[in-house]
C-alpha cells in the first residue's frame, strides 16, 4: 500500500507533538529519573513508557518527521468526499448504526476525544477519494474482506462546530 505524504493534524495535536519533542528533548541521555534533579522537579510531560535512550531518539526522529510533512489544520473542501482532514461518517456493511472519525495523523489525538484514524491504514487507505454514498472493501489485519459505505464526509472544523 502506497503511503501519503499529506499529514494532516488538528492545531491542538501539532502543539502536543511539538510539547512531547521538546521534552524528550529535555531529558538527560541516561533516562528519566536520573538527572541532577533526580526526576523529582521535573513538570515536563514525557510519555513515561520511554526509558531507552534509543527508543527515545527514534520516537523524536518520527515526531521530527510527522511535524515536517504536517498540514496543519488546513481547510479541507465541504466536496463530499473523503480525504484528510474531513470528519468521515461511515456505515459498516450489515449495520444500523454509523461510526464517526477524523481522517488525518493518527499519532497526535484530537483533544474533543473524536476517533482518528490514518489515510494509511487499511480503513483509511480504502475510503480516500471515496463519494458519498460509495461502497468500498478493506481487509481487516486479520484477513478478513469488510464493506463499509462512506455516508458523509465534511471538513474537521464545520464537523465539530455541530
Known amino acids: 500500500m502506497a503511503k501519503t505524504t499529506e ?3 488538528t492545531r491542538e495535536a501539532h502543539e502536543r507533538l511539538l510539547e512531547e519533542l521538546r521534552a524528550l528533548r ?3 541521555d541516561d533516562g528519566p529519573g536520573t ?3 533526580g526526576g523529582a522537579g521535573g513538570t515536563l510531560p514525557a510519555p513515561r513508557y520511554i526509558h531507552d535512550p534509543a527508543v527515545r ?3 523524536m526522529q518520527t515526531i521530527e518527521r510527522l511535524l515536517s510533512e ?3 489544520e488546513e481547510a479541507a473542501p465541504d466536496d463530499g468526499i473523503a480525504s484528510p482532514g ?3 461518517t461511515i456505515r459498516y456493511d450489515g449495520e444500523e448504526e454509523t461510526e464517526e472519525f477524523l481522517l488525518g495523523v ?3 489525538s484530537v483533544a474533543d476525544r473524536m476517533a482518528v484514524y490514518s489515510p494509511d491504514s487499511p480503513l483509511g487507505a480504502s475510503l480516500m477519494g471515496a463519494r458519498r454514498g460509495e461502497r468500498r472493501t478493506f ?3 486479520r484477513g478478513a474482506v469488510i464493506g463499509v459505505t462512506l455516508v458523509n464526509a465534511q471538513p474537521y472544523r464545520s464537523a465539530v462546530a455541530h
Do not use: E, H, N, Y
Open 7 to 9: 499529514r494532516w493534524m
Open 106 to 108: 493518527r499519532d497526535a
Open 57 to 59: 531518539q527514534a520516537r
Open 26 to 28: 529535555a531529558l538527560p
Open 139 to 141: 481487509t481487516a489485519p
Open 70 to 72: 504536517a498540514v496543519v
Open 86 to 88: 474531513k470528519v468521515l
Open 35 to 37: 538527572g541532577a534533579d
